[in-house]
């Protein structure tokens, strides 16, 4: 998709710090980071009306980034009631500090 600033980043065409890459996952440090380690894991290929596996990547991620041992957080948003951004399906991983309750009321 030409508009999606997710297949910018993938084509390099805007640049990311990625911190993770194979052939079908991209991981990059987030530009509005909400916790001290803040990344996003999305599939090389543009997807926006399922959900993949960003599983392996995700743990890849959190070894790279030292919070595999204290624990971090992964969040899927799909939907606008869920605040979905861009319309490429991906995951935030985000750690580095205690991130409190999960969901405020």
């Known amino acids: 998709m030409s508009d999606c600033v997710f297949c910018k980043i993938i084509a390099r065409a805007i640049p990311a710090k990625i911190v993770y890459e194979d052939d079908t996952v991209i991981a990059f440090d987030d530009i509005n980071p909400r916790a001290p380690v803040h990344v996003v894991i999305a599939p090389k290929k543009h997807l926006e009306d399922y959900a ?19 624990g971090y957080r992964l969040i899927i948003n799909k939907g606008k ?25």
Not at 58 to 65: D, I, Y
Not at 96 to 103: F, H, S, V, Y
């Open 52 to 70: 993949v596996f960003l599983g392996k990547a995700a743990c890849e991620v959190a070894t790279k980034k030292s919070v595999d041992q204290s």
């Open 81 to 105: 009631d869920a605040r979905q951004e861009i319309a490429h399906i991906h995951m935030h991983l985000l750690g580095g500090k205690n991130l409190g309750a999960m969901i405020q009321p």
